[in-house]
């Protein structure tokens, strides 16, 4: 199998998050993409592609472009004005209904500005994170570039991830969202229908919203509930999309506590709707935070489950591109990433 990594995401190393007014050790951490890279690189299966620099316009096609100029800005300008060590994370939210009925208004300096483009405390900004970003972008079109030239399955090791950033906020440890990007780039290179299958544990938002009107795309999560969990605000089962994607957006939110049969029939159910789609393409964030060890989950979902997530994929029969999204549990993360694609590849 073809697969894509770049070094430098390590540029993008955050050290402390916030969490329900707490502050922890960063969870999405450099680490994680070596542990996969190791795993992957030790089993001997895959052929790493040489990184593709694609530049920002295919970003722009997704993206409001001046959150794309404040992602590439905002740590120099954060350092301008605080001179801080840390992390740049937001201190106050751009929220409507804080000037409801007044005059619009927009933010003049970076401190301001990044509660308007960033949703949540937990998406720490670094010195490296606007490259690493951009690259994570790089690797998963080189990845959708193989799958455009005949490869049947292609890997993108994306860092950091991309699922929750949405038209025009980031967050979630998320700043441009590669699965869309990667789309609308297989649809501009002569794919025509194609199905985002999201098997992380938190509902993919970003990429529902990115959607939720287009109807060459179907958008299928499954997702932990989110009346329990991150996101929240998004990934409930009557969001079905709109105009013209409407009864193209699919959630299957799942109670805490599914073992790997209820994970793994929620999958196929989301399979069953991606061939009624007729999808032509198949991209799946991959997230492996499903895991039963994982930090930021509460699924009972085991390691043996992967290798059946990759067949379940492989039975598909489509163009597969695979990108990284969740998973924190690093000392499994790499076998169990290494399970589902050895499977796709039909070892």
Same mark, same amino acid.
């Given at each position: 199998?073809?697969?894509?990594?770049?070094?430098?995401?390590?540029?993008?190393?955050?050290?402390?998050?916030?969490?329900?007014?707490?502050?922890?050790?960063?969870?999405?951490?450099?680490?994680?993409?070596?542990?996969?890279?190791?795993?992957?690189?030790?089993?001997?299966?895959?052929?790493?592609?040489?990184?593709?620099?694609?530049?920002?316009?295919?970003?722009?096609?997704?993206?409001?472009?001046?959150?794309?100029?404040?992602?590439?800005?905002?740590?120099?300008?954060?350092?301008?004005?605080?001179?801080?060590?840390?992390?740049?994370?937001?201190?106050?939210?751009?929220?409507?209904?804080?000037?409801?009925?007044?005059?619009?208004?927009?933010?003049?300096?970076?401190?301001?500005?990044?509660?308007?483009?960033?949703?949540?405390?937990?998406?720490?900004? +670094?010195?490296?994170?606007?490259?690493?970003?951009?690259?994570?972008?790089?690797?998963?079109? +080189?990845?959708?570039?193989?799958?455009?030239?005949?490869?049947?399955?292609?890997?993108?090791?994306?860092?950091?991830?991309?699922?929750?950033?949405?038209?025009?906020?980031?967050?979630?440890?998320?700043?441009?969202?590669?699965?869309?990007?990667?789309?609308?780039?297989?649809?501009?290179?002569?794919?025509?229908?194609?199905?985002?299958?999201?098997?992380?544990?938190?509902?993919?938002?970003?990429?529902?919203?990115?959607?939720?009107?287009?109807?060459?795309?179907?958008?299928?999560?499954?997702?932990?509930?989110?009346?329990?969990?991150?996101?929240?605000?998004?990934?409930?089962?009557?969001?079905?999309?709109?105009?013209?994607?409407?009864? +193209?957006?699919?959630?299957?939110?799942?109670?805490?506590?599914?073992?790997?049969?209820?994970?793994?029939?929620?999958?196929? @159910?989301?399979?069953?709707?991606?061939?009624?789609?007729?999808?032509?393409?198949?991209?799946?964030?991959?997230?492996?935070?499903?895991?039963?060890?994982?930090?930021?989950?509460?699924?009972?979902?085991?390691?043996?489950?992967?290798?059946?997530?990759?067949?379940?994929?492989?039975?598909?029969?489509?163009?597969?591109?695979?990108? @990284?999204?969740?998973?924190?549990?690093?000392?499994?993360?790499?076998?169990?990433?290494?399970?589902?694609?050895?499977?796709?590849?039909?070892?």
């Amino acid at each position: 199998m073809k697969a894509v990594y770049s070094p430098r995401h390590a540029a993008h190393e955050p050290r402390v998050e916030l969490a329900y007014g707490a502050a922890e050790p960063a969870h999405e951490i450099p680490a994680r993409a070596e542990a996969i890279r190791s795993a992957l690189e030790s089993d001997g299966g895959f052929e790493w592609l040489e990184l593709r620099e694609h530049g920002r316009e295919p970003i722009e096609a997704v993206h409001d472009p001046a959150l794309v100029r404040y992602v590439e800005r905002a740590w120099t300008e954060w350092q301008a004005a605080l001179g801080s060590e840390g992390e740049a994370i937001p201190w106050t939210f751009g929220l409507a209904g804080l000037r409801e009925g007044m005059e619009p208004f927009e933010p003049s300096r970076t401190t301001l500005e990044l509660g308007s483009w960033c949703f949540d405390t937990g998406n720490p900004l +670094t010195a490296g994170a606007a490259d690493a970003a951009r690259t994570s972008v790089d690797v998963a079109l +080189t990845a959708a570039d193989a799958i455009l030239g005949g490869e049947r399955a292609a890997y993108g090791l994306c860092r950091p991830p991309g699922h929750h950033a949405a038209r025009a906020v980031f967050g979630g440890y998320c700043f441009f969202n590669n699965a869309a990007i990667a789309t609308r780039h297989l649809l501009d290179g002569g794919s025509t229908r194609v199905a985002v299958l999201d098997v992380d544990y938190h509902h993919g938002n970003g990429t529902q919203q990115l959607f939720y009107r287009r109807g060459e795309v179907l958008t299928v999560s499954v997702h932990a509930d989110p009346a329990r969990e991150f996101p929240y605000f998004t990934g409930f089962a009557d969001e079905i999309g709109a105009g013209a994607g409407r009864g +193209t957006n699919v959630n299957l939110p799942l109670p805490a506590a599914v073992d790997d049969d209820a994970f793994l029939a929620a999958v196929g @159910q989301g399979l069953e709707t991606v061939a009624g789609f007729g999808a032509d393409t198949l991209v799946v964030p991959l997230g492996v935070d499903t895991f039963r060890g994982d930090p930021l989950g509460d699924f009972d979902v085991g390691g043996e489950a992967y290798p059946r997530l990759g067949r379940l994929l492989a039975g598909a029969g489509l163009p597969t591109l695979v990108l @990284q999204e969740g998973g924190y549990a690093v000392s499994e993360l790499g076998a169990n990433v290494l399970g589902v694609l050895r499977a796709l590849d039909g070892r």
